[in-house]
Each structure stands twice: as structure tokens, then as C-alpha cells.
């Protein structure tokens, strides 16, 4: 869907009621920021109509225009939960770790994901006979090898993270034996998950 939207209405739709979801449900539960979420939805929906015209105008690559969009989001958010529209919320310590705890468990899927594509995209191997995987394994791999690795983390099991790469390299030792590129692109995908991972924890967690 991330790559959808920017052509078809109907994904862009469907992202947006993706974004209205979790507004909904912050605003049921803390009606006073109700003004705060719809002008982060209708922020977020003007941007995302208009970024690809913007982006055609400007003759942006994709990574400059996913950059500029993330970036116009962020600063939207950190506008809006600063000023008056944003009444002042008090949050206990333990919702404070809960709610940094789910940031980082969302930070290391999905969007990281859609990272990865979009910046190294260009050193995938392009010979499919090689390659033959199923589509979209790399990124379900990649995604659970994130989540295993971000609760090692969160249970201070930091050993156990080389055995996570340890399994992968076995399972992967044909391919990266055979094919340099395909170790190359393998090599950089991994130091990735780690570089993203721990990056999210710092942020989040520590």
C-alpha cells in the first residue's frame, strides 16, 4: 500500500482510514484531543494527496520525496501536541514505558520495512534465477528477524542476537557461497535490521 497510494486514490483511501483509526480510538479514550486528531488526519491527508504533483513539479526521486513526506509529518505532530490545540496530559511512568514500549515494537516493522525498500532497492540482485524466492519472504524474514531481535533486547538477551544471524547465514550459506551480489545485498540488509533496531531502542527505550 505504501507504493500504491501515490497512484491509486482507492489505496490512498485506505491508508488514510488507516491513519483515522488509532486517532478514533486516542480520542475515545481522551476526548479533550479531539481537535488535536483531526488536524493531524487532515494534515496528513493534504500532504498525501499532494505530495505526488509536488514531487512530479520538483522532479523528486523517491527517497527525497518519502524524506520531505515523513519529515512535513513529524513536524506537523510536533507542532500540533506543542500548542494550544494539544491540552496539557499528565502520564505515569508505567503508561510512559507502555507507550514507548508499543512506539518501538511499531517503529521495527512496517515502517522500517518500507525504509529499506525505498534506499536500497537499487542493490537487489536482478538475476531471478538466482534469487527464486517467494515474493515478499525477504521482508517477512526480515521483519521477524527485527521482532525476535527487539525482544532479545527488551529481556536483555543480547547474546542471543548472534544466534539469530547465525540461523539466517546457515539457511542463506548456498546463496551467499554462489552469488557475491546476492552477499553483498544479504550483508546489507543484516547490518540494516541491526542499525534500525537499535536505533528504535535508543529512541524509545533508553
Known amino acids: 500500500m505504501a507504493d500504491r497510494k501515490n497512484t491509486d486514490k482507492k489505496y490512498l483511501l485506505l491508508h488514510l482510514l488507516g491513519v483515522a483509526f488509532p486517532l478514533i480510538l486516542l480520542t475515545c479514550f481522551l476526548p479533550s484531543l479531539w481537535l488535536t486528531s483531526l488536524l493531524i488526519l487532515l494534515s496528513h491527508a493534504i500532504i498525501d494527496f499532494g505530495k505526488s504533483s509536488v514531487a512530479k513539479c520538483l522532479h523528486l526521486s523517491t527517497m527525497w520525496t518519502f524524506l520531505a513526506d515523513q519529515m512535513l509529518h513529524l513536524v506537523i505532530i510536533v507542532l500540533l501536541t506543542g500548542s494550544i490545540f494539544c491540552p496539557y496530559l499528565t502520564v505515569n511512568a508505567v503508561t510512559a514505558q507502555v507507550l514507548n514500549l508499543i512506539l518501538f515494537l511499531v517503529l521495527i516493522t512496517k515502517p522500517t520495512n518500507v525504509v529499506f525498500k525505498i534506499f536500497f532497492q537499487k542493490y537487489q540482485p536482478q538475476d531471478n534465477q538466482k ?12 521483519l521477524l528477524e527485527r521482532v525476535i531481535m527487539s525482544i532479545c533486547i527488551i529481556f536483555n538477551q543480547f547474546a542471543s542476537i548472534g544466534l539469530v544471524f547465525t540461523a539466517k547465514s546457515i539457511a542463506r550459506y548456498n546463496k551467499i557461497s554462489e552469488s557475491p551480489t546476492f552477499a553483498e545485498y544479504y550483508l546489507i540488509g543484516s547490518l540494516f535490521t541491526i542499525s534500525s533496531v537499535l536505533l528504535a531502542a535508543w529512541i524509545c527505550l533508553f
Do not use: F, N, Q, S
Open 131 to 142: 534469487l527464486d524466492t517467494i515474493p515478499g519472504a525477504g521482508a517477512t524474514i526480515g
